[in-house]
């Protein structure tokens, strides 16, 4: 039996009737870009997430991009952020002239490590961007704090947590603002690119909302250069009918991730923990493989039809784009060690027992023939 990592496929088929009528409605309507369908779907992830505004953007990058716009983040300021994570979340920060400036992880939770947090804040540090990795948010309270006493602002990169919480509030409601990608393989999917910003801030949300129209204000005026960051009315309208499933499929990525704990614990992998405070969404299911095997195992599970992958095999310090001084090799130990044993497993929630059983199997009789 193949086991695909996402079930996007499984994910989508029950709802095709929706999708259908969804897309006959709005090609009838002429509402192609942001409208009602927008609209709609924005209410409805402001009252899931807890905050005042949503912002429907076309893609995270474009969420991570026009929120630093929005906080000013521009030439000569410093953003601290996570060397785990996906280009974007750097790279959002260096296109707008400013330096991420990456700080070491927690080597059991993968989110950033509050002491190494707190030795990179320098007098240029004009915000933090927690990655809330894997699924899973960072240690928000702490976080906060070193935000607050050095009058920084926060930026939560839940691009991979939607639905998660730290002390029962959701992800996105700590910072300033919080940003989400709806990318095909999230927990909460698009059929294309999609993305969201979040926030508690009236006049954050409505900069952010002429950002992204190019920073147009009636009168055809503009103050504020913004850009072409428009979420269309389909994927608006395929995510607001996703969304009211949304927990319910998180609890079974949670339920899938607690059966994989069990039936790896005897073997030489360490499995995923949930942080103090937190819950965890499973956006990957992500294992550690010690003494260098990672690759040998990833081979093995490729032979038996089994998906895998490594989120991410380079943490961004290492990659030629943000190479500077002191993001040499061995300046951030933890997140090195990190990107060289971790490996993604399949979890979604259609994922059937007998699937899960084939990787589970085979990942026992790769430890068991060494």
Request: charged share 20%; aromatic share 8%.
């Amino acid at each position: 039996m193949a086991v695909p990592l996402y079930g996007l496929i499984e994910n989508n088929q029950p709802l095709m009737g929706q999708f259908r009528e969804a897309l006959g409605r709005i090609a009838g309507s002429g509402q192609f870009i942001l409208g009602s369908a927008v609209s709609q779907f924005e209410q409805e992830l402001a009252d899931y997430c807890g905050v005042g505004h949503a912002i429907g953007v076309g893609s995270g990058t474009d969420a991570l991009v026009v929120s630093l716009m929005a906080m000013g983040v521009g030439p000569g300021d410093e953003v601290i952020t996570s060397p785990m994570s996906y280009v974007h979340t750097a790279g959002s920060i260096a296109r707008l002239g400013a330096t991420p400036v990456f700080c070491d992880i927690n080597p059991r939770v993968y989110n950033m490590a509050i002491e190494s947090l707190e030795g990179c804040i320098t007098k240029k540090t004009k915000a933090i961007v927690p990655v809330h990795l894997y699924g899973q948010m960072a240690n928000m309270d702490p976080i906060m704090d070193l935000a607050q006493t050095h009058g920084l602002k926060v930026l939560e990169d839940a691009d991979q947590a939607i639905g998660a919480t730290y002390s029962g509030k959701p992800a996105g409601s700590f910072g300033d603002v919080g940003i989400f990608s709806f990318f095909p393989t999230k927990n909460l999917a698009a059929m294309g690119d999609a993305g969201a910003v979040v926030t508690h801030d009236d006049e954050l949300a409505a900069k952010i909302r002429r950002l992204r129209v190019h920073g147009l204000e009636p009168g055809y005026t503009v103050h504020d250069l913004g850009g072409n960051f428009r979420l269309d009315a389909m994927q608006a309208a395929v995510l607001s009918i996703k969304l009211p499933y949304l927990d319910e499929q998180n609890e079974k990525r949670r339920v899938l991730a607690e059966r994989y704990a069990r039936h790896l614990e005897d073997v030489q992998v360490t499995t995923p923990i949930e942080g103090d405070k937190r819950q965890h969404t499973y956006n990957h299911y992500t294992i550690r493989v010690r003494s260098g095997g990672r690759d040998a195992l990833a081979g093995h599970l490729d032979a038996c039809g089994i998906e895998n992958r490594v989120y991410y095999p380079t943490p961004l310090h290492l990659l030629p784009c943000f190479r500077r001084p002191g993001h040499e090799a061995g300046s951030l130990p933890v997140a090195e060690r990190a990107a060289d044993e971790v490996l993604s497993l399949p979890i979604y929630p259609e994922m059937t027992r007998d699937q899960q059983d084939e990787v589970v199997d085979a990942i026992q009789d790769y430890f068991r023939a060494e």
